[in-house]
């Protein structure tokens, strides 16, 4: 227990002594050794590696998780699966459980009808977004958060912990310079010649003792100062070596920086083609505007005059109603059977409008300076 309380009691000195120490360095009233300009710029570029690597680090896991408390949630998980060495089970993105929704109301709505069916289409959909995600997810966090979190939690650590032993050994070899120092001014000032006319014999003898207690005084300080400088150096090659080692860290990142790039553009590829092929399913289902819109104009053509053959109809002798038309959009495209009819472009805008006689399945459209029948199916009436 002695021994414990005098090793604290020393370890408190030390500390408070090197406290002092770094204070008077601060103000100018100490001596510092200054590191070379080259070693410098290796603690500056690590310091910066440090810094934008944690940013990074961070601001990735909020790109991948963003919301917090699913994100403390999930680091919470991981660390409990992780210290029982197992492994952690694979967690529904948002998209999967959406889709799980979608696919589940569509039960309880009908499949049969176009809200129903629609949504199992998009609830599919939906649910190989999910999925992507959760593969983009776990692809990025081992090729590329993983490598920048060893760095943080493991390079990182070692390299700051050189770093303090380093600082404390530059602290130690000052305090060698600074005792040297001061034993060599005593030194010199007792071996000063006294004055043998104002000084008793008695003081000679002391003088003479003190000349060689600070001689050995003196001695023992550069034995000192020697064993700090070696050991000061030998810290420094050694925390060198670790700060030369960041060059490697910057190009393992790079590669890790590569990896996150092609797996973010995967997953939009991806995205992209499960949402170009949804919308060609939708294309192929009912529309049910589309469906109104047609009984709207089915019912204006049976309160009209009785249908009349077609043929007997002239396109260029039509006149535009003043009142009536509306706008439609193309649904798709078609392509006119002979030169009574108007070629469509899907998501194009036209003038529609009815025309007395028509067949109550067509629509007289409008395009600049064309005009022609129009098949009702094919248009979406707006408002």
Known sequence: MDFNVKKFASGAGLFFTRAVQFTEEKLGQAEKTEL???????LSRADCT???????????????????IDHTGARIEEFLYEKLDRKAPSRVTNGELLGQYMTDAAKEFGPGTPYGGTLIEVGECERRLGAAEREFLQTSAISFLTP???FLEGDWRTISKERRLLENLRLDLDACKTRLKKAKVAEAKAAMAPDFQETRPRNYVLSASASALWSEEVEKAEHELRVAQTEFDRQAEVTR???????????????????????????????HFHMQELQKELGRLPDAFALNSTNSAASACSASEGPVETDTLKIEEVQAPATGSRKAKVLYDYDAADSSELSLLADELITVYTVPGMDCDWLMGERGNQRGKVPVTYLELLS
């Open 36 to 42: 070379d300009a080259h070693f410098e710029n290796l």
């Open 241 to 271: 070596l670790l700060l030369e080692g960041i060059s490697s860290t910057h190009v393992n990142h790079l590669r890790c920086l590569h990896e996150f790039v092609e797996a973010q553009a995967a997953y939009y590829k991806q995205c």
């Open 50 to 68: 440090k810094l934008w690597t944690e940013k990074i680090y961070r601001q990735t896991e909020a790109l991948l998780q963003p919301n917090p």
């Open 148 to 150: 920048l979190r060893n």
